[in-house]
């Protein structure tokens, strides 16, 4: 088999690349699934629906946003405004923390401002890892209380270890007049670029993946086709069914350390070594479903985040919540997140146990209750890890994936924090470079 591109994986990205190839270019999609939509994919049990971890739409890229609303998801998105909340110290405030502090107690409130004016005062400096620049820009009182304990839970990983490369728009950074007025009076205004979102009204986030994959052909989808080794000087690809296909550019979605690995001997050991000194955390999600009346009186959320250890898991959604649709009539479902890695071991045999009696803990299930379907996912990899060498280490594999005529993209694929749509628009990027 002869394709002037393909495409690695069946993810977001990789189906985006071949959207925008369609009628500029042949390219064939190899996937290792029986479905494609990578990540983007939404499981059902018992009538409940579950995406693989919390998936919301949102972007300021109008290209984007046409593309997502307009033209594979037509009168299919709800858009709803964020309700999402902090839990600490016992009580529910609005996310994001620093903005939001109304309701904590009063000795917290106090501890959280006086250290982010000592913090302002002190100037800002070049921050040695995102555990010091959590100090730096918030001050000791939100880090302490809230910040630190809950990044340490997400991302299951010394602080001190990371750097902050991730951040940019992604953290409301606090401006002392919104702080104040947060602290004093109720919510009266969202901040983040989530404030508002979208959401499938039908299909859960696999919605969107099915909708890209209706403009595929099938001929140009392969799937169960695992790759068992790539020849980047050749432009080969051998499949583990003894398959093989050429290509003029390649376009991979995988996980970049997988990549390397496939490349195998050819691949210098400078590089290799770079490869193996990327890291990541895997994420059990808890997928229950409950009746509707067996919800406690929380008022309506979409997601919360957790600080304290008190809980074993760091976030909660409410798939319900984004769309009706999630759950049967009369029901509501609940995801929960739990982190691990080298830092953070976890026992899967506990997971499900562990997260019901928490949720009865936090007043999100009222004592009684009993799950009417409780299933465990767990993906891996999850995050990615900001560690110290993260940006000198990717850059240098890809200059030497550019060097074959390979185009990496996607969250796993560049190994970056990316959000739905920049993986979207990553595909477009990874078309139009190999038409170049």
């Not at 997988?258 to 997928?287: M, Y």
Request: with cysteine; hydrophobic share 40%.
């Amino acid at each position: 088999m002869n394709s002037p591109v393909v495409i690695l994986g069946s993810g977001l990205c990789g189906l985006s690349a071949a959207y925008h190839l369609n009628d500029k270019s042949d390219y064939l999609i190899l996937e290792r699934n029986s479905r494609g939509g990578g990540l983007a994919r939404t499981e059902t049990y018992g009538g409940f629906s579950f995406d693989h971890s919390i998936h919301i739409l949102y972007s300021r890229d109008p290209y984007a946003t046409d593309l997502i609303c307009d033209r594979l998801l037509p009168g299919n998105t709800r858009k709803q405004t964020r309700l999402s909340y902090c839990y600490s110290h016992g009580v529910y405030t609005e996310y994001p923390y620093q903005m939001n502090q109304y309701g904590l107690p009063p000795a917290v409130i106090v501890e959280n401002i006086l250290g982010l004016i000592e913090a302002q005062g002190a100037g800002q400096s070049n921050a040695a890892h995102f555990e010091a620049w959590i100090y730096q820009t918030y001050g000791r009182g939100m880090a302490e209380n809230f910040l630190i304990p809950y990044n340490r839970r997400q991302w299951a990983w010394d602080l001190q270890q990371m750097s902050y490369d991730w951040i940019a728009d992604r953290v409301p950074l606090p401006d002392l007049a919104d702080v104040l007025l947060g602290a004093l009076e109720p919510p009266t205004k969202k901040f983040g670029l989530n404030q508002e979102f979208w959401y499938p009204e039908e299909g859960g986030i696999e919605a969107l993946a099915r909708a890209f994959l209706r403009h595929v052909p099938v001929e140009r989808l392969w799937l169960n086709s695992t790759v068992a080794a790539i020849d980047g000087v050749r432009h080969q690809i051998l499949l583990v069914d003894g398959r093989r296909v050429s290509y003029d550019r390649l376009i991979s979605t995988l996980p970049l350390p997988a990549l390397v690995e496939l490349l195998g001997e050819g691949v210098p050991a400078a590089i290799r070594q770079c490869a193996a000194e990327l890291k990541c955390n895997a994420v059990h999600t808890v997928n229950i479903g409950v009746e509707e009346n067996m919800l406690a009186p929380t008022g309506r959320m979409h997601w919360v985040y957790f600080s304290s250890e008190e809980t074993i898991f760091h976030r909660i959604s409410f798939p319900s919540h984004f769309s009706p649709w999630m759950a049967p009539t009369g029901c509501s479902s609940i995801q929960a997140e739990i982190s691990e890695s080298v830092y953070r071991p976890r026992i899967r045999a506990e997971l499900v146990h562990r997260t019901l009696e928490d949720l009865k803990r936090v007043g999100v299930l009222k004592d009684d209750a009993r799950p009417k379907v409780a299933e465990v996912v767990t993906l891996d990899p999850a995050y990615i890890i900001y560690d110290l060498r993260h940006g000198e280490n990717t850059e240098t594999i890809k200059e030497h994936l550019q060097s074959l005529s390979i185009v990496t993209k996607g969250r796993f694929g560049e190994w970056e924090y990316l959000n739905m749509d920049h993986t979207i628009l990553g595909g477009k990027a990874a078309a139009d470079a190999s038409l170049s």
